[in-house]
């Protein structure tokens, strides 16, 4: 097993540290840097210590019973939430979305962000500048870059369709809910893999529907899904934006985007102009 996972199995004393014994079992998701040891999932740490730790606290201060589901931390005897680079948390089964629980991922995301109403924005979004963070940014015009040639025309169009919008308050979100969403029978949904950022509700929304729209079979109704929201159509268009701004960010200066990628974001556009052009 040790050889099969490499570097992504705990080593003993950080197994030590969180009280934890058994044999490490890759699982799916995480690119495949997560393991379950002993009914807890382990990974490294995919931010500095003190965003881990408020991840953590904040988790832990969620009350149940509120329409969703997290994965608690689990801390090491000194109380430490990273042990060496490591993580540990309670281990939630379920089916993840979004396919057949388009309406669950969005409900879920609607209570989660419900019970974030209150909750003071962390300064550390200011010094994110991983691909998502650059592309939350130029979605909303707080950043130019330049993206690369092959989504340079769906890029350029998305730009020439922005508007802008009605200040509605900000608040923290989670940009990824897509595929971050677990659905168990007799459980409420489970919000996984937390992804922060400081936007309207309604834009975390937004990126769901994107990314139906880019890469997956999204029912045709959730289109308008927002649509009583008077700049719902502006919502998606920023997602989109955010979809490919990441994705040049991450294919680098001199990257390629993937096979077919530039005429999905194409076909997805053209979706969003055509609906609300029907309207």
Sequence with gaps: MTELLGDAVPPPAVLDAFGVQGPAVPLAGGQGRSVLVGGFV?????????????????????????????????????????????TASEFLTGEPGPRRHW????????????????????????????PWAVGDRVAWGEQDVDVIDDLAAPFAALRELRRPVRQDAAQLVHGDLTGNVLFAEDEVPAVIDFSPYWRPPVFAEAVVVADGLLWFDLPSGLLSGGGDHPDWQQMLI????????????????????????????????DAVVRKFAAL
């Design 42 to 86: 382990f990974k490294p740490a995919e931010a500095p210590d003190d965003e881990v730790e408020w991840s953590a606290s904040l988790f832990e201060s969620l009350a149940p019973g509120s329409g969703f589901r997290v994965p608690l931390p689990r801390r090491a005897a000194d109380g430490r939430s990273v042990v060496d680079g490591w």
């Design 103 to 130: 309406d669950g991922v969005l409900g879920a995301g609607r209570a989660f962000h419900a019970a974030l109403r209150h909750v003071p924005r962390p300064g550390f979004l200011d010094r994110h500048t991983h």
């Design 238 to 269: 920023r997602a989109l934006i955010f979809r490919l701004v990441a994705q040049s960010e991450s294919a680098g200066p001199a990257g390629r985007a993937r096979s077919g990628e530039p005429a999905l974001f194409v076909r997805a556009i």
